[in-house]
């Protein structure tokens, strides 16, 4: 599933559009984790894009008609921008046809969603309105997380996974960002000090920072807008690398909530 780097990258990528206008619009699809609004999305021919950004994981397109498109790319879901009008390909389930480029929506298992909504009243929608703090946000702080954390019998990697807490982090990066901080996944939330709930933020923003200077990491399916592969996956230093060492320990795989965790006994206390 595409990260906050991934979606970062996707978003940074996407700028090329803006104040490109939509020309007309192809729904090739008419449900993908939920129906697609094509009423809506009907509405927004000859709107022009003028801003793009990310909340969470979601991609945000606001158009001069005080409107946002909303995009979750789900487990395999991307967006792909094109020069000019190729064959449409299998799990291509909308077009944007803009001003010289097409902006296409691919999704193989149809786990993403797009949705349309008054701008200024995203903030409002449910699955938005309860995300937690941006895990790169600056009020991302060690009193917010330690208040979340302090009473939780949950597993800090599984705490780290709750996008109601941190918005953005998803399961590489969670097992990449513990390793960082030298923290067990299999600790409890409850058992973790100021100072260790200090050293896992700092990893949050260096582990995501670095992910998206290097275009995010392609497993998979993810491949940004602009057919650009991710490098951060040649930077892991325990996700999928099980019975590998490093710094004398030997990467373990354990599975935690049904997610593949890996990670350092050793290091990781």
Known sequence: MPELPEVETTV???????NKKVINLKILTKKLRYPVPIYKLKKIRNSKIINLRR???????????????????????????????????????????LNNYLLIFNDPRKFGFVDIFESDKINHIRYIKRLGVDALDKNLSTEYLYKKF???????????????IVAGIGNI???????DAKIS??????DLNKYQIGTIIKSIKKILKKAIKSG???????????????????NFKVYSKEGEMIKGCKIKKVILYGRSTFFCPKIQI
């Open 12 to 18: 940074n990528s996407l700028n090329i559009l803006k």
């Open 55 to 97: 909340i969470g994981k979601y991609v945000i397109i606001d158009l001069n008609i005080s409107k946002s498109i909303i995009i979750h790319l789900g487990m395999s879901g991307r967006l792909k921008i094109l020069k000019k009008i190729n064959l449409i390909n299998k799990h291509d389930h909308l077009v944007f046809e």
């Open 150 to 164: 302090y009473k939780s019998e949950v597993l800090v990697k599984q705490l780290l996974l709750n996008q109601y």
């Open 173 to 179: 990066y969670a097992s990449e960002i513990l390793f």
């Open 185 to 190: 996944p299999l600790k409890k939330g409850k």
């Open 216 to 234: 995010g990491s392609t497993i998979n399916d993810y491949i940004s807008p602009d057919g650009t592969l991710g490098n951060f996956q040649n």
